[in-house]
């Protein structure tokens, strides 16, 4: 990472589908934006690299890498800081271990992944995986508020070139059910930190004989800081859990449980566990100490379970006696049996959820049919959100895409904030007793009895970072004169202290009456009204519900949320751009290796490079980078003009062919501009270059399709591999290099 902290734009090395196409897209970055003196680095930040930087004295010095993540965290505390940052795993456990164990296979002595650590050396080794896994990089990098919202020109084509929408009636039986009470919205309490109260504090757990142990120490909290504690009963989610699953089967719908794992990667695992244990219950309470004997933890999901048990015959006829009487399964994969309870990982609400939403609230069971589902989400912070669309869905019919407005949105995120945060301060209860806040001048501030097994967690949300999201919202909402609503529930705690802040900040700028607050519900109804109506909304929101909702209403809108515009101001000056909320697509590399077809659509890097090019043009007065940021702009129109986006069918046009398209685009609009005549006359003999070998490029690239491939690994693959086969044209390759 020392070498790239000089670079004038960082390109993340990430993972999965997009660093796939990265191979190809790259390159042609590089030879582009070269004519400006721009200089392209290549920060890895990827789960294998991730897990490599983590053990170096595990190593030899040929494999050894630096940790990018951090050193790329500090860059973008600068005003230096220019990154286009791609999509990454945010690895489960089962995610984790099969890197893992591919590293190792590959020469990589890394130690295993210690499920219950005993000595001090193996809870070392945990506790530097655990810091890997989930969502180890956003909260690292998103030093800003986040600007999210669809690129005009997608928004137009969307428009023009309306994606399948399901059909949707009242009489659907799909619905969404959660916890009645005692979840994490039960429980919440929340407070602001004053002057007298900052300081370092810390998480305690108070047994029932009086005996305390710190759970968190050294935690700072700043006056000005939003600091939450909540927690959900164990005991109350089984409960909850066996009777989701009951009321489904007499429903006849299917059973699905929508989380995120990933992100929330310790809260999360835990009730996706609770989840496996209620579906297999009688499983679990007939041969509950074999499974021990096992190695089976419900928090891996019932692919591993049934790994570990298919030997034993007896477990699985047992297995499937439960599962012959319960509900249909929502499926991941019906043709492979893989199920929603497989990996913590497969199924992510804000993925899952709008997939449901736009196939007329209709999920996939095992034999691959199509039918209504129960939308299990067990807390309600933020299940109204997709009750209340479901409803309006039921009401009113499918979203017209060809008329419909757009709902941006402006997120809380910077430093941490709010849930996605909060995994170094949540914990599972180890016994009954009491958990409490312990501030720097003793102060109890919040304090919750628990019994053995409850999940508790605290969020906090600094000062700067909410007066900047106030700010931006005010920016964009000028900017727009767009409907703006602040998604904030007086009636949960965490909200309340956050209108406290957002009340006098918009009274203060005499702005109050172009803004409305309203609970997630309400505020979900609203902007579904007026986007039905043809008009826009913005949607100014927390952490989760930015990212909730940026796949929501894209996927709706546009059919995928891989296309939108993200834009993170940091707040000491440098730009974040994000190339949409399409994650890391494991089902496209799954084509590739079967088909060699990438059906991944590049159009996030497209939008966030035109960009990143115009703020560099801006911090560094490079004029010739705003040239080229302009000129990507209008390749990007060109690929929704003309339809070069990729297919999703083996022989059709894929990933690679929608760069050559953009290069080309990019060039002739950067031969065809007057603002800069040097660039000009460079590029009109690339540009002639490549429309002379269009028959031959595109030759090229569908000659090599319907054929498996070989990366040389899958979470870490082999560079020289990955090139042959992302870069197959030896016409492009030479106009390239």
């Known amino acids: ?293 096992l190695g089976v933890n419900p928090n891996s999901g019932m692919g591993d379970l049934l790994d570990r048990v298919k030997d034993d015959a007896e477990i699985m006829a047992a297995i499937e006696a439960v599962t012959a009487d319960r509900p249909a399964m929502y499926m991941v994969d019906s043709d492979k049996g893989i199920t929603n309870l497989h990996v913590p990982s497969d199924v992510i609400i804000d993925a899952s959820m709008p997939a449901v939403i736009r196939a007329g609230g209709k999920g996939w069971d095992g034999a691959g049919k199509k039918g209504d589902t129960n939308c299990v989400i067990p807390d309600r912070c933020y299940s109204t959100v997709y009750d209340e669309t479901i409803n309006f869905f039921k009401a009113n019919g499918a979203l017209d895409v060809t008329t419909a407005g757009a709902v941006a949105n402006v997120g809380l995120m910077a430093q941490k904030a709010e849930e996605y945060g909060s995994h170094p301060t949540t914990f599972e209860a180890p016994a009954d007793g009491t958990i409490r806040i312990v501030l720097a001048n003793g102060e109890t501030l919040h304090s919750h009895d628990v019994e053995g097994g409850d999940i508790w967690r605290s969020c906090t949300v600094k000062k700067a970072p909410i007066e900047n999201w106030i700010q931006l919202a005010m920016d964009r909402q000028r900017l727009t004169g767009s409907e703006a609503i602040f998604w904030l529930d007086a009636n949960r705690a965490h909200d309340a202290q956050l209108i406290a802040y957002v009340k006098p900040a918009l009274e203060s700028a005499g702005v109050a009456d172009k803004f409305q607050i309203m609970a997630p519900r309400e505020a979900t109804a609203q902007s579904l009204k007026t986007i039905t109506a043809g008009n826009d909304s913005i949607a100014i929101t927390g952490n989760v519900l930015r990212d909730y909702l940026t796949d929501l209403f894209p996927i709706l809108e546009l059919g995928t949320s891989a296309k939108m515009l993200s834009i993170v101001k940091l707040m000491q000056g440098g730009g974040l751009f994000e190339t949409g909320a399409g994650g890391s697509a494991p089902k496209h590399v799954q084509q590739l290796v079967e088909e060699n077809h990438l059906r991944w659509d590049s159009m996030g890097e497209f939008c966030a490079l035109g960009e990143s090019l115009n703020f560099l043009a801006d911090a560094q007065g490079n004029a010739k980078a705003g040239v080229l940021g302009n000129a990507a702009e209008v390749a990007t129109q060109g690929i929704l003009d003309h339809n070069r986006s990729p297919s999703r069918k083996v022989g059709e046009p894929d990933n690679r062919d929608s760069h050559y398209w953009f290069a080309r685009y990019w060039a002739e609009a950067l031969a065809a501009q007057s603002d800069d005549a040097d660039l000009a006359a460079e590029f009109a003999g690339v540009a002639k270059a490549l429309a002379d070998g269009e028959e031959a490029i595109l030759a090229e690239l569908a000659a090599v399709q319907g054929q498996p491939v070989d990366l040389g690994g899958y979470y870490h693959t082999d560079a020289a591999k990955t090139a042959k086969v992302m870069r197959p044209s030896a016409t492009l390759n030479a106009i390239i290099d």
């Open 1 to 293: 990472m020392v070498e790239n902290s000089t670079q004038d734009l960082l390109y993340t090395i990430v993972d999965e589908a997009p660093e796939l196409a990265s191979a190809s897209f790259l390159p042609i970055i590089r030879k582009f934006v070269s004519s400006a003196g721009i200089t392209v680095g290549t920060p890895d930040i990827s789960l294998a690299a991730r897990i490599i930087s983590a053990f170096p004295e595990s190593l030899t010095d040929e494999q050894r890498q630096s940790n990018d993540l951090a050193a790329l965290g500090e860059l973008v505390k600068t005003p230096a800081a220019n990154v286009i940052k791609l999509p990454n795993i945010s690895a489960s456990v089962p995610q984790l271990v099969a890197a893992v164990e591919e590293l190792q296979a590959q020469g990589y002595a890394l130690p295993d992944y210690p499920e219950e650590p005993q000595t001090d050396a193996e809870k070392d080794v945990r506790a530097r995986y655990d810091a890997i896994k989930g969502s180890a990089v956003n909260p690292v990098l998103r030093e800003g508020n986040s600007d999210r919202r669809a690129a005009r020109a997608v928004k137009n084509y969307a428009q023009k070139n309306p994606h399948s929408m399901g059909a949707w009636d009242a009489s659907s039986q799909t619905k969404v059910s959660s916890m009645p009470g005692n979840d994490f919205y039960a429980n919440e309490v929340s407070a602001t930190i004053t002057a007298a109260q900052a300081g370092v504090a810390k998480i305690e757990f108070v047994g029932k004989d009086g005996a305390v142990t710190v759970l968190k120490g050294a935690w700072p909290l700043d006056e000005g800081t939003v600091a939450d504690a909540t927690f959900m009963s164990a005991r109350a989610l089984s409960a909850f859990l066996a009777e989701a699953i009951e009321d489904t089967k007499k429903d006849g719908t299917m059973f699905s449980l929508h989380m995120k794992a990933t992100m929330m990667k310790v809260s999360d695992p835990i009730i996706f566990g609770h989840a496996v244990k209620a579906w297999l219950a009688p499983v679990f309470e007939q041969f509950g100490d074999k499974l021990d004997a």
